[in-house]
């Protein structure tokens, strides 16, 4: 998939969802960058919720739709899903910026 960096705004291949564990590099500007998790779960909420009610609406026994989508959601994810996710940057925090307190001891 081609998609735009959010650091250096140049395009760039982002891997499947399958093929990375947590996040990626740029090849341009080395920026570590994630697929939206928010998005992730959004999307595949709303895929699994429409197809499930759809094919109990057609009759289909509850737990036979919902493995149906659960299936179809599996095999046509990297095809339908993954190239409307956005990518961004990944940040990791530091631990000193989420002490709340201070170091020294006065009262």
């Known amino acids: 998939m081609a998609k735009q960096c959010p650091c250096c ?3 760039l291949d982002v891997p499947a969802l399958k093929d990375i564990e947590k996040n990626f590099r740029c090849s341009h500007c080395d920026a ?17 919720f429409v197809v499930t009610s759809l094919l ?9 739709a919902t493995a149906i989508a ?23 925090p530091k631990i000193k910026g989420l002490m709340p307190f201070k ?4 009262l």
């Not at 994630?34 to 999307?43: D, G, L, V």
């Not at 170091?103 to 006065?106: P, V």
């Open 56 to 64: 109990i609406l057609l009759g289909v026994n509850a737990f036979f």
């Open 32 to 48: 570590s960058l994630t697929h939206s998790e928010i998005q992730i779960i959004s999307y595949g909420a709303i895929y699994l």
């Open 103 to 106: 170091s020294n001891n006065s």
């Open 9 to 11: 705004n140049k395009h």
């Open 70 to 92: 659960f299936v179809t959601y599996h095999f046509l994810r990297p095809v339908i899903i993954e190239p409307k996710l956005d990518i961004k940057l990944s940040y990791v």
